[in-house]
């Protein structure tokens, strides 16, 4: 258990904050607000987050990690006087341990046009903010939340980053549950694996606050964001959040310059209708850009959502003409080895440009086209080897 960053206290019964926001009268005098991500959770002394990994302990001495000075920093400040009063001060349950580690092809994240052909030491923690009905990794992000059962093996960044250097990976990959809550080790991790010379990427449900995201701004290199569905209703029924943060998160990583990459899980007669992937399709176009790759996945049967089917070829194939139609230049089909959608194609002349076969790229020999010379966006391309 270690401090937690990116909180505040909440203004005791009868006060008010900087902000001038009141407290209710019979507001407790421990509560403290997660500014993590998008729910803002309001969590009494001894209560959870949310998400299940972040925890409000007044007065409970607990190694102090953060950083004195740094920003997000709320970790009582060790030369103040003791209060009388116990005070909330909220602690994360996985910023010191990893439930999942693997060397993945960094296909797999997906993103197909950052670094292709080349392995990112990859790693998640138990926990996640959202509660996606149809998860396709509940036994990692649902435990915390609905059973209160946090696993892990000990990390530290340093030996994360080593790891990654020692593993012959050019990227380390902040993926398999939710990164936003695991933030304290994604920022320190993210730190050493610049300063060693590797690249960085977030896997994410986007859902994080603008807060989080302006602290991740110069940590992150790369990032594939979900987009589950383009309605509200979806969001608050199969998710339990929103998805107006979600197209915030979008368009400020748009802006902020990171190579980006979207995926969108296509689950039968939840978010298959066309009228809604072409809205999809569109916002990407617009507000991220044509050469924003979008991923179309085929769904599975998981979690609670056990009674329906995986999603139809048709409907995957469907979809990727909405998009095509809709002017995106990259849309590409998962979960459907051996399609014809899963390479890319030359956005100009559509000649073969790299072929994928699994996970497994066959790299072109520059960012152009051998056909007609155009260039293909994406960071990586032009590698050594080539
Ligand atoms: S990360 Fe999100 S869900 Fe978890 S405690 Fe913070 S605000 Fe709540």
Redo the contacts with the bound molecule.
Sequence with gaps: MLDARLWKPLPPPGGADAAGTAASPDADATRVQ?R??S???I?AGGGT???G??VNRPDVPGPDESKPGAAGSNAPDPTAPVKAAPVGRLFTLVGDNVAAVNLDPVEKKPLFHFMPGTLTYSFGTMGC?LACSFCQNWSLSRPPAEEGVVRGQRVTPAKLVAEARASGAASVSFTYSEP??FFELMTDTADAARAAGLATIMVSNGFQSPECLAELEHRIDAANIDLKAFTEHFYATQCGARLKPVLHTLRTIARMGWWLEVTTLLIPGLNDNPDELRDMARFIRDELGPDVPWHLSRFHPAYRLTDRPPTPPATLERAWEIGRGEGLRFVYLGNMPGHPAESTHCPACGALFALREGFHTHLPASSRCARCGAVVPGVGWDTPEN
């Design positions: 997660c993590l991500c729910h803002y959770c969590i987050g949310r998400c990994v972040r903010n936003t809550i």
